[in-house]
């Protein structure tokens, strides 16, 4: 297993927590990529009551992996593909400015939240 730091910072931007729609409110959260040259794309997800942040961005096809020991594995994030086999690179999933504790498929997405994946060599 490997074991790495990564910064995981985001901007800070409360403008979009929850917004409401015709028949009820509609959770929203802050999703980041950011790629090996540091590129940073901005999401806002929509997502239900006691979704998970996995299921939210597979629904918006932001990210894809396959199934492990360890849960998702997370290979594919806005489009862009690591394999640490082949290349030492990988996703990391940060929650705010921090490394997860949890993974992607076992984190309760929060309205307002920041969830980020942060490529990574290594």
């Known amino acids: 297993m490997v074991f790495s730091f990564v910064a995981c910072g985001t901007a800070k931007d409360d403008s979009l927590t929850k917004a409401p729609s015709a028949d009820s409110e509609t959770l929203q959260f802050k999703f980041y990529a950011v790629d090996l040259d540091g590129n940073k794309s901005e999401f806002t997800v929509d997502f239900e009551d006691g979704q998970t942040v996995g299921d939210a961005l597979i629904a918006d096809e932001l990210i894809a992996g396959e199934q492990g020991d360890y849960g998702l594995y997370v290979k594919t994030v806005n489009g ?14 940060c929650i ?3 490394m997860a504790a949890t993974g992607v498929d076992d984190t309760k997405a ?7 994946f942060v490529a990574t060599k290594g």
């Open 110 to 116: 929060t309205a307002g939240a920041e969830y980020s």
């Open 96 to 98: 705010g400015e921090d």
């Open 80 to 93: 862009i593909t690591l394999d640490y086999d082949t290349d030492g690179a990988y996703w990391a999933f």
